[in-house]
């Protein structure tokens, strides 16, 4: 079982839709990144989260730590939203970061 | 410059051979990382620099990869005698400290013949 863990794994979306992209753990960890990554390659770090909530623009992003799991959520959805969404954790004590598989996120006008 | 640049942005190269993928931090940034994303998987860590600590190597596939880091600054990728399941883009991440955010470069792609 990957240690990092991402649902769906696909997602296709009407445009103005609220989204939720969904992150769970199974490992310690000191701090949970939200990255985004569109077509042609470039990752753009979104939210780094170690408790709580963070909020930018649409995106909001919480994380439970005592129950291991982190959403993504994206109000009023748009088509420049498509893009994969990766969740990382680092590991407690460690500096590597563990990934997850990401989200395939299709936004349709 | 104002983000991480990584150059060759792609390099096609026949097996056996070896390649260098080179990457400039963001000025200032002491932590610099190094990972692998192969066609259709995920993420996967290479290499980490934390300023002038010795480096965590162990995300490294095999002894043909090495990686150094002059100066606290530039860092290159060395693979050496190229392997097909070497293909893959090749990105590195700055950040300011250990744990900060992370800013990426836009990737070397490498493809193995």
């Known amino acids: 079982k990957n240690e990092v863990e991402q649902s769906p794994q696909n997602l296709t979306a009407q445009e103005g839709e609220f989204i939720t992209i969904n992150c769970s753990y199974s490992?310690?960890?000191?701090?949970l990144h939200w990255l985004q990554q569109h077509p042609g390659g470039g990752i753009v770090s979104l939210f780094m989260l170690s408790s709580g909530k963070k909020k930018h623009g649409r995106l909001i992003a919480t994380i439970n730590i005592q129950e291991k799991h982190s959403s993504l959520h994206i109000t009023a959805s748009h088509p420049r939203d498509s893009a994969v969404y990766i969740c990382a954790v680092r590991k407690g004590g460690s500096e590597k970061l563990v990934f997850g598989k990401g989200m395939k996120l299709t936004v349709n006008p | 410059g104002a983000g991480v640049s990584q150059s060759p942005s792609n390099k096609v190269t026949e097996k056996g051979k070896d390649v260098e993928l080179r990457c400039d931090p963001i000025?200032?940034?002491?932590?610099l990382y190094w990972y692998r994303q192969s066609l259709g998987q995920g993420l996967e860590f290479l290499i980490y620099?934390?300023?002038?600590?010795?480096?965590?190597k162990s995300g490294l596939p095999s002894d043909r990869f090495s990686a150094e880091r002059t100066g606290g600054s530039v860092s290159t990728l060395t693979i050496q005698r190229t392997q097909q399941e070497d293909s893959a883009v090749y990105l590195c991440a700055s950040s300011l400290s250990k744990t900060g955010e992370l800013f990426f470069g836009e990737g070397s792609r490498l493809t193995v013949l």
């Open positions: 620099f934390q300023g002038n600590s010795a480096p965590d």
């Open positions: 490992v310690g960890i000191s701090a």
């Open positions: 000025s200032g940034h002491t932590a």
